[in-house]
């Protein structure tokens, strides 16, 4: 005949377990909250002095620039695109990033 399993040995056990299970997943979602949270309010924010950033487009990259410290700010790939820019054309693009030519 098949014994029974209890869930536990100790029944107090069984459920401070349970109990502390619950609290690891219940902290592990607010975790989660707080971190989408903080993550949420940086973005599209300047790293280097708060202010919001717009998106802006040079020379068919969309680059995102802040507009109070002029700080820019290249997604993943967007520095291989300009790479791309025609090598005479890089200085211009350059200076036209930081607002040097137009
Ligand atoms: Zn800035």
Known sequence: MPSERKPSPNE???FAKRDADL???QRA?????????ERHS???KCPKCGGLLRATVFHH???DRCPDCNGVWL???????LEKV???KVDGFVK???GLAR
């Not at 979602?29 to 949270?37: F, K, P, T, V, Y």
Request: aromatic share 8%; hydrophobic share 40%.
């Open 12 to 14: 107090d056990e069984f």
């Open 23 to 25: 609290m690891k997943a």
């Open 29 to 37: 979602r607010l975790d989660a909250a707080r971190d989408a949270e």
């Open 42 to 44: 940086h973005y599209m």
């Open 61 to 63: 990259v969309k680059i």
């Open 75 to 81: 997604d993943a790939g967007e520095m291989e695109q």
């Open 86 to 88: 025609r090598e005479g």
């Open 96 to 98: 036209s990033l930081f």
